[in-house]
């Protein structure tokens, strides 16, 4: 039932505030995180030295954001992996790893396979899944799961979000566990965290007409790049697959800091480039380094579409298009920056014509390995 909507995507694209405020819902307590899933783990938690994150497509990428969190709160060291390539290359785990693993569907086989292979090893497994009573968290030691509602179309995004909040959510948990997190900061994170919501939906209000008719207006477009740094880096890879999934245009992600080691040699008159702009709030540096990336290209004549905060005005004099996100500060900037990217794409395969529900050759599911 997609409601009014156009498709399924939109209407998952518009329940993403929700995504996001119902996986918060019932996990903070007094002005700290408590996942009642979790009881009984503190000892676990205490101990663990690693963690290891297995996932495929876009969850790995929720993965890789999560990654920034874990080891900012929790001081645990992450790993992110794809699920198929953890499970061929004899992987050096023990009972003191934690394999976390996220999907959507809870059945992807690749995933499934490497969360066998971590239990096997004697690592402790953890599932981040959407779909309650699935077979990988039935075949984990412990449970989180988003409250995204079911996601129907087979290009992720509510879903995606919400494994994000699941992560920062499990960062805070075990940072409280293991004292690496204040109780100053972690209350500081929480209220980020809950303005979330709000703030999508303040993209959707303001940004989401203009973005359809960027993609409107590029529906000719035969390739699109996108660059992020740090927490914006797994935003562009993102950004990337789903412009290849839904519009079937060649489209690559690629951390800004390595323009200069590479692709920048792409960067040809006309050339469209996203750029995931890190929040002026956080460190000074990154904000200037992707402000001197976006000069670099500009000067190549790339065609320059800035993500970035409202208010930033360094971007100004560089930008062919700037799509703003409300503030949100470093670490949760990602879930405000991947929601243009998604409208975006939507909108370039409805411009297209094409059926972004089903894009070919893709299943929701992927059951075999
Ligand atoms: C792919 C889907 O095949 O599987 C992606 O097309 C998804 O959208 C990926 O991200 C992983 O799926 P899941 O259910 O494990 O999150």
Redesign the pocket.
């Known amino acids: 039932e997609k409601g009014g909507w156009s498709s399924f995507m939109a209407k998952e694209v518009a329940e993403e505030p929700e995504a996001v405020a119902n996986t918060i819902l019932g996990r903070v307590k007094d002005g700290q995180v408590v996942i009642p899933e979790l009881d009984g783990m503190d000892e676990l938690f205490a101990g663990v030295q690693r963690i290891i994150i297995v996932?495929?497509?876009?969850?790995s990428y929720a993965g890789q954001v999560g990654k920034y969190a874990i080891e900012q709160w929790a001081r645990i060291p992450v790993d992110v992996e794809l699920a198929h390539e953890f499970r061929y290359r004899d992987p050096i785990v023990g009972p003191e790893t934690l394999v976390v693993s996220i999907?959507?569907?809870g059945e992807?086989m690749d995933?499934l396979m490497a969360v066998k292979e971590a239990a096997r090893l004697g690592a402790k497994t953890l599932s981040i899944c959407n779909t309650q009573g699935a077979t990988i968290p039935r075949e984990s030691d412990a449970i989180v799961y988003t409250h995204a509602g079911p996601e129907v179309a087979?290009?992720?995004t509510k879903a995606f979000v919400a494994q994000i909040t699941a992560l920062y959510l499990l960062a805070l948990h075990v940072g409280r566990i293991r004292g690496t997190v204040s109780p100053a900061e972690a209350a500081r994170s929480i209220h980020e965290l809950e303005a979330l919501p709000e703030k999508i939906r303040w993209i959707l209000e303001n940004e989401q007409e203009h973005i359809e008719q960027l993609a409107h207006w590029m529906a000719d477009t035969r390739s699109v790049l996108f660059l992020g740094r740090h927490v914006g880096f797994p935003i562009a890879l993102e950004g990337a697959l789903k412009l290849k999934e839904l519009s079937y245009i060649h489209a690559e992600g690629f951390a800004a800091g390595e323009l200069k080691h590479g692709p920048i040699a792409l960067i040809e008159p006309g050339q469209p480039v996203f750029v995931m702009v890190p929040s002026p709030r956080g460190a000074a540096t990154l904000h200037a380094k992707v402000v001197s990336n976006i000069e670099e290209i500009r000067a190549r004549g790339a065609r320059v579409i800035a993500i970035a905060e409202e208010g930033d005005v360094a971007v100004l004099p560089f930008a062919d298009e700037v799509l703003r996100i409300p503030l949100a500060g470093p670490i949760f900037e990602p879930i405000l920056a991947v929601v243009p990217l998604h409208i975006f794409a939507m909108g370039l395969a409805n411009a297209k014509g094409l059926d972004v529900d089903q894009p070919r050759n893709?299943?929701?599911?992927?059951t075999v390995e």
């Open positions: 996932a495929c497509g876009t969850a999907s959507q569907s992807t995933t087979v290009a992720s893709l299943a929701k599911s992927v």
